[in-house]
């Protein structure tokens, strides 16, 4: 069966310090995989999707950026978070378009 | 602007009733639309989805509805039951690569 590791759980960053979040599958090969983030009392929005490795389309601007080094791999990265990065993260993955997607734990970031 | 909307922040139900929790949509183009349900602090968990080219979807004690003349779809949770007690997030499929639209979520509370 397919399972979906993120980690770490939580994270505490201090505004301008890098940013690395790392997702992967198991258990599938070629995966769709997404980055969500949900903000306090908000809905998820969609950050950055991955269709294949080294192939990533990003949903809105903002100061994050996401790589897929390997098929089964999925990194958010920041080079200098700012304070809006805090939230709740999530990857997930689908084995295609219109086909649920399904989610890791999440990361609870906090910038401060 | 909102395209996947659920009107209702919060539902309270009894246990062994029925919950309903709506869900409206915008964009006519959207032909494929999810449920999920999540617990603070973890992913978001796949309940059930529904195609445009069906009105009806169940699956044990989840039923969804789809009336594509309104633009609406309608979870159905019967019985209730405690542990049901969640925020469920309606879904739409925007695009061929699976980008998922979601609402804000309704947090549903089912008391014994």
């Known amino acids: 069966s397919q399972t979906i590791h993120q980690w770490p759980a939580t994270l505490v960053q201090p505004v301008g310090s890098p940013l690395s979040l790392e997702c992967t599958v198991e258990g599938t090969s070629n995966p769709n995989l997404y980055w969500y983030r949900q903000a306090a009392g908000r809905g998820l929005q969609l950050l950055f999707y991955s269709v294949g490795i080294g192939q990533i389309s990003s949903e809105v601007p903002q100061n994050l950026s996401a790589s897929r080094p390997q098929d089964r791999q999925f990194i958010l990265s920041s080079k200098k978070l700012l304070l809006s990065d805090s939230g709740f993260y999530l990857c997930a993955w689908s084995h295609s378009g219109r086909t649920p997607q399904y989610f890791g734990a999440g990361t609870r970031l906090s910038v401060l | 602007d909102q395209q996947v909307k659920q009107n209702s922040p919060s539902l309270s139900v009894q246990e062994g009733r029925i919950s309903i929790l709506n869900c409206d949509y915008t964009n006519s183009m959207f032909d494929y639309f999810l449920w999920y349900k999540k617990y603070p602090a973890e992913g978001p968990t796949f309940l059930i989805s529904i195609s445009s080219i069906k009105d009806k979807n169940e699956d044990g004690r989840f039923t969804v509805f789809l009336n594509k003349s309104a633009k609406h779809l309608s979870l159905h949770i019967v019985p209730s039951q405690p542990g049901d007690s969640a925020v469920y997030f309606c879904?739409?499929?925007?695009?061929?690569?699976?980008?998922?639209?979601f609402g804000k979520g309704t947090k549903l509370s089912v008391k014994p």
């Open positions: 879904a739409a499929d925007g695009g061929s690569q699976g980008n998922l639209i």
